[in-house]
């Protein structure tokens, strides 16, 4: 079965670039979706179809998907950002990854 | 705007069934699929299946058929998620979350919005 590979954890200083992966066989030739979840929260959609943001997610998240890994991407890094992210595809049916916690220093 | 109210925390006993409602508003509520995920405590996301609120028709997990059944009533644009014989294990945040997909379309597959969740307790 399709198996999706996140790190545990994350670290970025405040106001860098951080960036959490999420491997899979081929997972370039799937639409990959992201979500945050803060504590005690429902997740929050924040790219989905690869690289597309809903309307009020701010242009500092971005994200890509090539070959073996996507990329979720965020730009100057705000405390607020701090969150499990969890990156989801659809293959014969819908997977998440084991998610990654964010921590911004 | 478009908006998923769950019912309230459930505590039951194992072998027992728990029924947990997701009321939509802000949209046409036959119009898009809606799914269902759990969160176990400390842990991950877990898909379960969708419903088609026009049609009734439903596809679950495997590893959730035969223990779960989704349902709607349109009247008053509400979804249910209902799990039976439930084990500690099932001990979980349930999440509705609506698809993009217009019915009748291909299934997108992603979730915006989600409800706030529905925590279910199973213990004897």
């Known amino acids: 079965s399709y198996e999706l590979t996140q790190p545990l954890s994350v670290s970025v200083a405040l106001g860098q670039t951080a960036r959490i992966t999420c491997g899979g066989n081929n997972i370039g030739s799937k639409n990959v979706h992201w979500y945050q979840q803060k504590p005690g929260q429902a997740p929050v959609l924040v790219i989905y179809?690869?690289?597309n943001r809903p309307s009020g997610i701010p242009e500092r998240f971005s994200g890509s998907n090539s070959g073996n890994t996507a990329t979720l991407t965020i730009s100057r890094a705000q405390a607020g950002d701090e969150a499990d992210y969890y990156c989801?595809?659809?293959?014969?049916?819908?997977?998440f990854g084991g998610g990654t916690k964010l921590t911004v220093l | 705007q478009v908006q998923l109210v769950q019912s309230g925390a459930e505590v039951k006993k194992p072998g027992a069934s728990v029924k947990v409602s997701c009321k939509a508003s802000g949209y046409t509520f036959t119009g898009y699929y809606m799914h269902w995920v759990r969160q176990a405590p400390g842990q991950g996301l877990e898909w379960m299946g969708w419903?088609?609120?026009?049609?009734?028709?439903?596809n679950y997990a495997q590893k959730f058929q035969g223990r779960v059944t989704m349902t709607r009533d349109t009247s008053i644009s509400t979804a249910y998620m209902e799990l039976s014989r439930l084990r500690s294990d099932d001990t979980a945040v349930y999440y509705c979350?609506?698809?993009?997909?217009?019915?009748?379309?291909?299934?997108?597959?992603?979730?915006?919005?989600w409800g706030q969740g529905t925590l279910v307790t199973v213990s004897s």
């Open positions: 419903i088609n609120p026009n049609s009734g028709g439903t």
């Open positions: 179809r690869d690289s």
């Open positions: 979350a609506r698809d993009p997909t217009e019915v009748g379309a291909t299934l997108e597959n992603w979730f915006d919005p």
């Open positions: 989801q595809v659809w293959d014969s049916s819908t997977l």
